[in-house]
Antibody, heavy 119, light 110 residues
Framework: EVQLLESGGGLGQPGGSLRLSCATSGFAFHTYAMTWVRQAPGRGLEWVSA????????YYADSVKGRFTISRDNSKNTLFLQMNSLRAEDTAVYYCARVLLFLRCFDAWGQGNLVTVSS | QSALTQPPSASGSPGQSVTISCTGTSSDVGGYNYVSWYRQHPGKAPKLIIYDVTKRPSGVPDRFSGSKAGNTASLTVSGLQAEDEADYYCSSYAGNNNLLFGGGTKLTVL
């Protein structure tokens, strides 16, 4: 069974940092690109970032470029999102997801992890 | 780039069909056959139900179908069931390694 489990969210200060993790199991992690998608409270989905299976190619939405860094550890089947220079508008539930076809569709999702940016 | 445009709400009675639209531009929906649809129940993660405009992942019933004309994609849910009451989101590849989502449509089964 494919499983994705996010962790590391919580309360962050404006201008501060948080690191999200997504532990996966049930599939050949290194063969899949992975992505992060967020959803602000009561709002729609927003694509945040994606990374190739090897980890060599990261991609970012303009709203987080230069502040967030996506990475992966294929030896531990884990995806990461380092979030720096946090802003109030980064407050959202962050989902990790498996990419079925690159930047076209995501076929397995984690349960989500809430990040709240507030002083 | 702006989010894709979806109607905020849609509704239908059990057994009926309902269609949800997703409007973009020639740079996203109209430029690629890479539109996907997701269903999201309250407090749950999204679930992929349509990809590449018309394709259904394994396990998704054929009550769900997708289409596209120009810059507008559509999701049709036939034979509405109570479990179909949820939020539905479209997405489209938008070039330059970018992906856009729609604002979401809340489907109510009357």
């Amino acid at each position: 069974e494919v499983q994705l489990l996010e962790s590391g969210g919580g309360l962050g200060q404006p201008g501060g940092s948080l690191r999200l993790s997504c532990a996966t199991s049930g599939f050949a992690f290194h063969t899949y690109a992975m992505t992060w998608v967020r959803q602000a409270p009561g709002r729609g989905l927003e694509w945040v970032s994606a990374i190739s299976g090897s980890g060599a190619s990261p991609y970012y939405a303009d709203s987080v470029k230069g502040r967030f860094t996506i990475s992966r550890d294929n030896s531990k089947n884990t995806l990461f999102l380092q979030m720096n220079s946090l802003r109030a508008e980064d407050t959202a539930v962050y989902y990790c997801a498996r990419v079925l076809l690159f930047l076209r569709c995501f076929d397995a999702w984690g349960q989500g992890n809430l990040v709240t940016v507030s002083s | 780039q702006s989010a894709l445009t979806q109607p905020p709400s849609a509704s239908g009675s059990p057994g009926q069909s309902v269609t949800i639209s997703c409007t973009g531009t020639s740079s996203d929906v109209g430029g690629y056959n890479y539109v996907s649809w997701y269903r999201q129940h309250p407090g749950k993660a999204p679930k992929l139900i349509i990809y590449d405009v018309t394709k259904r992942p394994s396990g998704v019933p054929d009550r769900f179908s997708g289409s596209k004309a120009g810059n507008t994609a559509s999701l049709t849910v036939s034979g509405l069931q109570a479990e179909d009451e949820a939020d539905y989101y479209c997405s489209s590849y938008a070039g330059n390694n970018n992906l856009l989502f729609g604002g979401g449509t809340k489907l109510t089964v009357l």
